[in-house]
C-alpha cells in the first residue's frame, strides 16, 4: 500500500533522515523502536508532510510522487488518506470532544456539518467516550484525550494512522486504556505506523518492528525475531537497555 524510497531530510547540514526505504502492507501493524533523536518522528512527520522531505519517492496507494517536489494537491492528498495521533494529543482546547473529532472531516474532507457530526458520534462510542461528547479537553484525564485524539486519526478512515509515541505524556494510570484502543484498531487491521517504547505492545500487536539509529533503519523483523535474535549490535545495545 505505501512504497517509501531513499527518504532525507535534513535540517540544516545534518541529514536526519538519511535515505529511508520502506514498504507499508495494507492492515499491517508496524512498530519503530530506536534511541531519542534518531529520526523516528522526523520520519512520521515526514510522511504526512509536517516537514518537507529533501528528496525522496512515496507511493500511496494510487499516489506516486517525488516528495520533494510535490504539488500543493498532493500534499493534501496525501494528508487525506493519513492521519497523525501526536503525543501531547494537539486537541483544539476550544473545541468539544465531539468537535475535535468532527474537525478534520469538516475542513479536510468537506463533509457537511450533520454527516461530520454524526461519524464523530460514532466514533465517540468506539472510543468509549459516547458521553463526552460536549466536554472539553481541559475536562477529560490524559487518557481519555489520546482517546480523542485517536478517535479524530480514526474518523476520516486513514489508509494509514501514524502514532508517533501516543502514550509517552500519559500518566502511567492512563497507558492501558489508549494501548488497549490501540489494540482493538490493530484487531480490525487498521494500517499503523507506530514509534512507542512500550515494548510489550509491539511484542503483542506489530507485525514487524522497525530499529532506527541515527536517520537510518539498522534492522526489522517480526518482533519474535528482533526481540530474542537481534542481528545487529547497535539493536542488541538499545533492546538491553529497554527490556
Ligand atoms: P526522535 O523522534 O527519534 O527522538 P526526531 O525526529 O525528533 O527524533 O529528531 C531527530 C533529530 O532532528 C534530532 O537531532 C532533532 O534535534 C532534530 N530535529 C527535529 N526536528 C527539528 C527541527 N524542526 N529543526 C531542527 N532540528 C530538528
Ligand atoms: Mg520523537
Redesign the pocket.
Known amino acids: 500500500m505505501i512504497r517509501i524510497t531513499n527518504l532525507v531530510?535534513r535540517?540544516?547540514g545534518?541529514a536526519?533522515?538519511d535515505g529511508i526505504d520502506m514498504d507499508i502492507a495494507r492492515g499491517e501493524i508496524i512498530v519503530v523502536i530506536?534511541?531519542?533523536?534518531?529520526?523516528?518522528?522526523?520520519?512520521?512527520?515526514c510522511l504526512n508532510f509536517l516537514?518537507r522531505p529533501d528528496a525522496g519517492h512515496l507511493v500511496l496507494n494510487d499516489l506516486d510522487m517525488d516528495v520533494a517536489t510535490a504539488s500543493a494537491r498532493s500534499i493534501l492528498a496525501v494528508r487525506r488518506r493519513t492521519a497523525f495521533v501526536f503525543q501531547n494529543y494537539a486537541l483544539f482546547a476550544n473545541k468539544t470532544a465531539l468537535e475535535n473529532i468532527a474537525e478534520g472531516l469538516l475542513v479536510v474532507h468537506r463533509w457537511p456539518r450533520h454527516k461530520a457530526h454524526a461519524r464523530a458520534r460514532d466514533i465517540l462510542e468506539r472510543i468509549g467516550l459516547a458521553d463526552k461528547g460536549d466536554a472539553y479537553p481541559a475536562s477529560l484525564s490524559g487518557g481519555q484525550q489520546q482517546r480523542v485524539g485517536i478517535g479524530r486519526a480514526m474518523a476520516a478512515r486513514a489508509d494509514v494512522i501514524l502514532f508517533?509515541?501516543p502514550t509517552s505524556s500519559l500518566d502511567p494510570e492512563w497507558v492501558e486504556e489508549v494501548l488497549e484502543l490501540m489494540k482493538q484498531l490493530a484487531a480490525e487491521r487498521q494500517t499503523m505506523l507506530v514509534?512507542t517504547h512500550e515494548m510489550n505492545f509491539a511484542r503483542d500487536v506489530a507485525d514487524r518492528v522497525i530499529f532506527?539509529e541515527s536517520?537510518r533503519i539498522v534492522e526489522q523483523g517480526p518482533p519474535s525475531q528482533l526481540f530474542s535474535a537481534p542481528q545487529d549490535p547497535r539493536t542488541r545495545a538499545f533492546l538491553r537497555k529497554m527490556l
Open positions: 531530510k535540517f540544516g545534518a536526519v533522515l530506536g534511541p531519542s533523536g534518531t529520526g523516528k518522528s522526523t520520519l512520521l512527520r516537514e508517533d509515541e514509534v532506527m536517520g
